[in-house]
């Protein structure tokens, strides 16, 4: 999904439908709420992991701030 948006950041109207079919797909949430940092946290790891030199303190800065962390 992330890959998706990322992909569609310069069509708007295409932006909004893959938001609302996200939103549909995460409600009711099935997490529970207090699972939200672990899960950031890990997907944090794997960024690190994946994109190895390419992780930078601003890449790392974008996606905490995206995750509220």
Not at 22 to 36: N, Q
Request: aromatic residues 8%.
């Amino acid at each position: 999904s992330i890959s998706t948006v990322v992909n569609s950041l310069d069509d708007q109207e295409v932006l909004l439908d893959l938001f609302k079919d996200i939103g549909k797909k995460h409600h009711p949430p099935r997490i529970p709420e207090g699972y939200f940092d672990v899960i950031a946290g890990a997907i944090l790891c794997m960024l690190q992991r994946c994109l190895g030199t390419d992780y930078t303190a601003e890449v790392d800065a974008a996606w905490t701030k995206l995750y509220g962390s």
